[in-house]
C-alpha cells in the first residue's frame, strides 16, 4: 500500500482546508486510517483516526469540534475536513494505515503504511 496525502496549502486563521489521503497501488478499505501531524523539534502528534468500517471516529483533544475524518471507501480515499483553523494546527500532515485492531490508534508505531506528508500553514 502506497499512501499519498495531499490538500495541505496556507490559510488564514479561522479558514478551512480538506486533505486527502489515496493510494496508487493496494486499497485502504481493509485498514484503519489515521493522521498525524509534525513540527520541527517536536515528537509527531495523533490527530484523527478512523476504523476500516467507519463506524466510529477518534480524535485529539486539541481538534475535537473542529476537524472530521471521513472515508470514501468506493474511491478508496480518506478525508481529514479541517474548520476553525488556529497558527497552532501549523505542521506536517501525514496520514498512515494500520493492520485491523492492532494496538492503540493513536500511537503511530503500529502504523505500516505512511504518506510523505501535506503542508499546512495556518497564519494569524
Known amino acids: 500500500v502506497q499512501l499519498q496525502a495531499s490538500g495541505g496549502g496556507s490559510v488564514q486563521a479561522g479558514g478551512s482546508l480538506r486533505l486527502s489521503c489515496t493510494t496508487s497501488?493496494?486499497?485502504?478499505?481493509?485498514?484503519?486510517v489515521a493522521w498525524f501531524r509534525q513540527t520541527p523539534g517536536k515528537e509527531r502528534e495523533f490527530v484523527a483516526h478512523?476504523?476500516?468500517?467507519?463506524?466510529?471516529?477518534n480524535y485529539a483533544d486539541s481538534v475535537k469540534g473542529r476537524f472530521a475524518i471521513s472515508r470514501d471507501n468506493a474511491k478508496n480515499t480518506v478525508f481529514l475536513q479541517m474548520n476553525i483553523l488556529k497558527p497552532e494546527d501549523t505542521a506536517v500532515y501525514y496520514c498512515?494505515?494500520?493492520?485491523?485492531?492492532?494496538?492503540?490508534?493513536?500511537?503511530?508505531?503500529?502504523?505500516?503504511?505512511w504518506g510523505q506528508g501535506t503542508l499546512v500553514t495556518v497564519s494569524s
Open positions: 497501488r493496494g486499497t485502504l478499505n481493509r485498514y484503519g
Open positions: 498512515a494505515a494500520r493492520v485491523l485492531g492492532v494496538g492503540a490508534y493513536s500511537n503511530d508505531k503500529y502504523y505500516t503504511y
Open positions: 478512523i476504523p476500516y468500517t467507519a463506524e466510529t471516529t
